[in-house]
């Protein structure tokens, strides 16, 4: 099965710019997930989508990041306007299910950098 | 939430078993304990999944002792192609919104 695909691979902006990453999903999976990864530490969850309704965004900065899942499949992520602490590695995951023994399926991730 | 503690990394060479334990002590009784698997660049790759006592796949097994305060990822003979970070998650069967990711083990394997 094809995996998760995230693009762009790589963004380099300047703070206070806006940026969007995009995820596409393994067909057929309900559960869609943005994390955060910053350097040296493991992925912090930013947003779980069930279809297209958000479950848990609670870790998500609201007044400056974004995202969306149009019709429970593609999802968006934005940052507007971005600052030096965004720079990490967004992953997008999905999984079959909001079950934790329903693995999750990581993209490659977008690794930005903010100047 | 039950926290994790494992160890930031391990050095082992090419062949060898690799143990990686993974410390819970307030894991409540409805958790599982999930390892996942990072290589540089890419995201996590989940590895196994446990409740109690062991289970075993075709990558690696995974020990947890009756009181479940603690478990063992088991990677037998070790390849240069198994360094990666290793991250031992728990949680509740009702949604991955409760799993946290912490820092994980680095595992190093030299020839």
């Not at chain 1, 995009?22 to 559960?31: E, K, R, V, Y």
């Not at chain 1, 306007?81 to 992953?91: F, G, I, Q, T």
């Not at chain 2, 304990?33 to 790759?45: D, K, L, N």
């Not at chain 2, 305060?69 to 409760?98: N, Q």
Request: hydrophobic letters at 35%.
């Amino acid at each position: 099965e094809a995996g998760v695909a995230q693009s762009p691979r790589y963004k380099i902006i300047e703070k206070r710019q806006s940026v969007a990453f995009w995820c596409n999903p393994i067909s057929g999976h309900a559960t869609l997930y943005w994390y955060q990864q910053i350097l040296g530490q493991g992925p912090k969850l930013l947003i779980q989508f069930q279809n297209n309704g958000v479950v848990d965004d609670s870790q998500l900065p609201k007044d400056r990041f974004s995202a969306e899942r149009l019709k429970g499949v593609d999802s968006t992520l934005k940052i507007q306007p971005a600052k030096l602490e965004d720079s990490a590695v967004y992953l997008c995951a999905s999984s079959l299910e909001a079950q934790i023994n329903s693995p999750l399926h990581f993209g490659n991730g977008t690794r930005l950098t903010v100047t | 939430l039950a926290k994790t503690t494992q160890p930031i990394s391990m050095d082992s060479y090419e062949g060898q078993e690799v143990n990686i334990t993974c410390s819970h002590n307030n894991i409540a009784t409805n958790d599982y304990i999930t390892w996942y698997q990072q290589f540089p660049s890419q995201g996590p790759r989940f590895i196994i999944q446990g409740y109690k006592t062991k289970v075993t796949n075709e990558v690696a097994s995974l020990f947890i002792p009756a009181d479940r305060k603690s478990s063992t990822l088991s990677l037998p003979r070790v390849s240069l192609s198994d360094t990666a970070v290793y991250y031992c998650l728990v949680g509740e069967l009702k949604g991955y919104s409760t799993l946290t990711f912490g820092k994980g083990t680095m595992l190093l394997v030299s020839p």
